[in-house]
């Protein structure tokens, strides 16, 4: 089973529309947990941290279920710009440890 | 705003032959960070390093490779004897002391091996 798994897509969406990423993991000891987001050819860029409380940062918003081993990001009101892929990042136990990515799931915002 | 910086953007060897890729962390972080990314696959973890030490490596990082913060500012990455699978995109990441949670990217290197 891979680390952390996510849908490759591509998701195409029209401009306006919400999106829902999903995006499971199988080690239980991780401890931190991000979505980033990297466009084409560019270094990986935090977009958010996600807490079991969840947690919302203008039109994303992101959740955590521990229980289920599974975190989501939802954006509302898609703009052109978010075309890009999120990467769902586990962080686990121990300071400054290493970050284990998904393989992303890319975005494509049309008109 | 801070930026962690590499060095070059683009680098083509020949196979066998020795690369040292270079970054400048931003100032006030502690840890440094390589991962690699082949084309349309996932990010990878290569090495972790502080306080003038490798913290942690994963299996990638085996004999051929190499850290070294040679100064104040310099974090590289040396691979001794190419391969064509070396080929990939190169990050360079740190984390400052107040959040090591959180870790910047460089732009990255794209090493291409010939």
């Known amino acids: 089973r891979k680390e952390v798994e996510q849908d490759p897509g591509p998701f195409n969406v029209p401009e306006g529309a919400t999106v829902a990423f999903n995006c499971t993991y199988s080690?239980?000891?991780?401890?931190?947990f991000f979505w980033y987001r990297q466009d084409c050819r560019k270094e990986p860029k935090l977009l958010m941290s996600v807490y079991s409380s969840g947690n919302e940062d203008g039109r994303f918003t992101a959740q955590l279920n521990r229980a289920s081993q599974y975190i989501s990001l939802l954006i509302r009101d898609s703009k052109l710009s978010d075309s890009a892929t999120y990467l769902c990042v586990v962080q686990n136990t121990g300071t400054a440890s290493k970050l284990t990515f998904g393989t992303g799931t890319r975005l494509q915002v049309t008109l | 705003e801070p930026e962690v910086t590499q060095t070059p953007s683009h680098q083509v060897t020949q196979m066998g032959q020795e690369v040292i890729l270079r970054c400048v962390p931003i100032?006030?972080?502690?840890?440094f960070y390589w991962y690699r990314q082949i084309l349309g696959q996932k990010v990878e973890f290569l090495v972790s390093?502080?306080?003038?030490?490798?913290?942690?490596k994963s299996e990638i990082f085996d004999d051929q490779f190499s850290v070294e913060r040679p100064d104040g500012s310099n974090f590289t990455l040396k691979i001794r004897s190419t391969k064509l699978e070396d080929s990939a995109m190169y990050f360079c990441a740190s984390a400052p002391p107040d959040n090591l949670d959180t870790q910047y990217f460089g732009p990255g290197t794209r090493l291409t091996v010939l």
């Open positions: 390093f502080y306080n003038n030490e490798i913290s942690e």
């Open positions: 100032s006030n972080h502690l840890y």
């Open positions: 080690n239980s000891a991780s401890q931190s």
